[in-house]
């Protein structure tokens, strides 16, 4: 993930539309991923993940440790922006030698494990070579597929709504848990008509989001096999969006186009943008004001359907290491020393053994720990639904078409069938 998590989402769900047919091969060619070692029993695992420069510092700061503690196992590492990651991951796959051990998320996880590529790690729990205590929130449920345990988070985050507190003041709104969505949108206009700037960014291409308030109303975005929705609810979702657009409440959308990279919140052009809790760090790196986190709007004053998300350490079926990679998983979420090297760079740390040896010293960072313990403590988070094989398509084309929409490229009825078509191609695979 990063920015706001749109620009990487939308270019590597374009790369996970890969040829069916050549990643099914990984169920039936290829070898299995690691080395043995010169004879002395040592052995070589292989571990990718994406992301920048520093996180790559950090990551291979904790194999050092981990190498330290464990001289018989050593790791071989290779990382990747999100998109380039994620085409090079495919390409491996499909020819039977995914790495060993990888960074996932869960819009991957059914669809890998349907195509024979990840070790349920169940095996190496039972054996004691990997350990589900001590996981703060219950996050560690994130990466349970039916009944299998395919990720094990290492860090967690929750959507967010991210505020400019200057203007959000100025205009005279307070946020407060369990406000409603007619609450939110009058607070936006309120802003627009007394602070003359847009109240939002721009909420309803953003799956997750709508997740939140489907399941605010009993419903999801997916259900195991498909769409928890129906066309209707989608006319409804985007055509008050796209009225709000008009009247100048939502921030013109070619606006947030030109604002790329930044955000239009940071850039000065809205007050509020709805996020993961993690990514807030970037408004004070871009903008000249105070943000802060503010809590989901509500249908019913109570619920927000909100639920914590978790960047994860998934294993090949191919590995030949099961054990080892079992130890490097268990050492890399456990790990106290590593939880103060990694401090926030995937989320708020996943396991409380690490979660406490990280004394954040920096605002955003105490404020983003302080949010989760709060909607924690407010008792609204539930369990993801976990996502269906082809979600990560899905999510492209609400993002692709809802933005489409918003701009008047594309009428809403149009927009809705079109996403359903796409949708039911995506989910068929």
């Known amino acids: 993930m990063g920015n706001n998590g749109s620009v990487e989402r939308r270019t590597v769900l374009r790369a996970a539309g890969a040829s069916v047919a050549a990643l099914g091969l990984a169920a039936t060619t290829g070898c299995g991923g690691g080395e043995s ?3 002395d029993g040592t052995v070589t695992i292989r571990y990718a993940w994406w992301g920048a420069d520093e996180r790559a510092k950090r990551i291979n700061r904790s194999i050092a440790l981990f190498e330290k ?21 495919q390409t491996q796959a499909a020819g039977g030698n995914p790495p060993d051990v990888f960074q996932n998320a869960v819009g991957f996880l059914r669809k890998y494990d349907k195509r024979g590529i990840l070790l349920d790690l169940k095996s190496q729990i039972d054996a004691g070579n990997l350990s589900l205590k001590g996981f703060r929130a219950g996050v560690e449920k994130v990466g349970q597929v039916d009944g299998k345990q395919l990720g094990i988070p290492v860090g967690s985050n929750a959507m967010s709504l991210v505020i400019d507190e200057k203007v959000f003041e100025k205009a005279g709104v307070t946020p407060k848990q369990g406000w409603t969505w007619d609450e939110y949108f009058a607070a936006l206009k309120r802003i627009h008509d ?22 605010q109303n009993g419903k999801a975005f997916f259900t195991e096999d498909g769409l928890g929705f129906d066309e209707a609810d989608l006319t409804e979702w985007w ?27 940071s850039a000065g052009h809205a007050a509020s943008e709805f996020t993961w809790d993690n ?13 802060g986190l503010a809590p ?39 790990d106290p020393e590593v939880g103060k090297i990694m401090g926030y760079d995937r989320g708020i740390l996943a396991t409380t053994g690490q979660f406490e040896a990280f004394q954040p010293s920096d605002a955003p960072s105490k ?63």
Do not use: C
Request: glycine residues 8%; charged residues 20%.
């Open 239 to 265: 055509t008050d969006g796209y009225n709000r657009v008009k009247a100048g409440i939502i921030t013109d959308p070619k606006r947030v186009e030109q604002d790329k990279p930044k955000s239009s919140l």
């Open 194 to 215: 007394t602070q003359k700037v847009a109240g939002d960014t721009g909420y309803f291409a953003i799956m997750y989001l709508y997740d939140l308030y489907l399941r």
């Open 69 to 89: 503690k464990y001289p018989k196992i050593k790791v071989q590492t290779d990382f990747q922006d999100y998109a380039a990651f994620w085409e090079k991951f």
């Open 296 to 334: 989901i709007p509500t249908t019913d004053g109570k619920q927000t359907g909100q639920y914590l998300a978790s960047l994860m350490l998934s294993a090949s079926a191919r590995t030949g290491h099961p054990k080892e990679v079992a130890q490097f998983i268990d050492f890399m979420v456990h």
């Open 367 to 429: 404020a983003i720990a302080r949010y989760e313990q709060d909607v924690a403590a407010a008792g609204v988070l539930g369990t993801i639904t976990p996502h269906p094989a082809g979600a990560d398509t899905v999510e492209a084309a609400f993002l692709r078409i809802g933005g489409d929409m918003s701009q008047g490229t594309t009428k809403v009825s149009d927009a809705v069938k079109q996403f359903f078509s796409e949708a039911k191609s995506a989910l068929a695979v």
């Open 37 to 39: 070692g010169p004879g």
């Open 279 to 291: 990514f807030t760090v970037r408004y004070t790196a871009e903008g000249d004001s105070s943000y």
